[in-house]
């Protein structure tokens, strides 16, 4: 789970844990166990995806290809948060592999790209211009090279991450703790062009509420808008909700999947939906892990 400064769930605009912070939000919010984990009618039961991406470590922030057969992810927790990749191998998935954009002692995640050519990713490595950036990256000779700040049009003082780019490339939508939103933390969008990025604006309601809205993940198609809601609409804790666009502006969120969750992503196709599943147990953040449900045959 991405965790942002100013909510009840940590301290980065980054995905790294702090279970002290979701225990103390857990004892006083509410009790969610893991066997309340539920999903909204026309998608199956989830499942956890097997190892070896799932492991004794906390796995966090999937990124799904758009074909399905690449899944990037985070692994660790604290300030030991490393970005992996997985490949399909048939029924399974390859051994991860860390991905050279990482930094010893300073969390790298959100990772996201939509041709394995250009990755945009949350970190607050050195020459942030906040308490978290998005940078881009750029694959060549199979390495991932040229790292950049998107800058001060993007990046702000303030906490900027969850990075999603639109399958045209031309639209970036993120989530940030700014001044103008509806919320402490929520949903914001840019434009490119060919002298840049435009200055981001707030998506608005009913995307954005007074509550903390984040982790924003857009259909191939455009028409559907995955995110993270923290204790809206009488869901407590984390949820992944879902909002169809109109046509005249996006409709009223629904509710996909709750117990504890965020993160979505979905293939091209928009049958799997990929999200991140916080265990607790006594009380207590004891695991993350990766999990996926389908959309069912009407």
């Not at 985070?74 to 050279?100: A, F, N």
């Amino acid at each position: 789970m991405i965790l942002f400064k100013n909510i009840p769930f940590g301290n980065w605009n980054i995905r790294i844990f702090v279970p002290a912070v979701v225990m103390t939000f857990m004892l006083g919010a509410c009790a969610i166990s893991a066997q309340e984990l539920k999903v909204a009618d026309g998608w199956s039961k989830p499942e956890a995806l097997p190892a070896p991406v799932n492991s004794s470590q906390w796995e966090d922030g999937p990124s799904i290809s758009p074909d399905g057969n690449t899944i990037y992810f985070t692994r660790g927790r604290d300030r030991d948060v490393r970005t992996y990749y997985s490949e399909r191998k048939g029924k399974g998935w390859s051994e991860p592999q860390e991905l050279d954009i990482n930094m010893k002692d300073f969390p790298t995640g959100a990772p996201h790209t939509q041709d394995g050519k250009t990755l945009y990713f949350a970190s607050i490595r050195p020459g942030v211009i906040g308490s978290g950036d998005i940078f881009v990256t750029q694959k060549s000779g199979g390495k991932w090279k040229d790292i950049k700040n998107l800058g001060k049009i993007v990046n702000t003082k303030d906490n900027d991450g969850e990075p999603f780019i639109s399958a045209d490339g031309n639209i970036l939508i993120f989530a940030s703790t700014r001044p103008g939103g509806q919320g402490s933390t929520d949903i914001w969008m840019t434009s490119r062009t060919e002298s840049g990025w435009n200055k981001p604006w707030n998506v608005g309601t009913p995307i954005n509420s007074k509550h903390e809205e984040s982790q924003p993940f857009l259909t191939q198609d455009g028409n559907e808008v995955f995110f993270m809601a923290v204790n809206r609409d009488n869901v407590p804790g984390p949820a992944v909700f879902r909002s169809l666009k109109g046509k005249e502006s996006w409709g009223k969120p629904e509710v996909i999947v709750s117990g504890m969750v965020g993160e979505p992503t979905l293939t091209a196709d928009k049958q799997y939906l990929y999200f991140v599943h916080l265990i607790m147990k006594g009380g207590k953040l004891v695991d993350a892990e990766i999990m996926f449900t389908r959309r069912l045959e009407k």
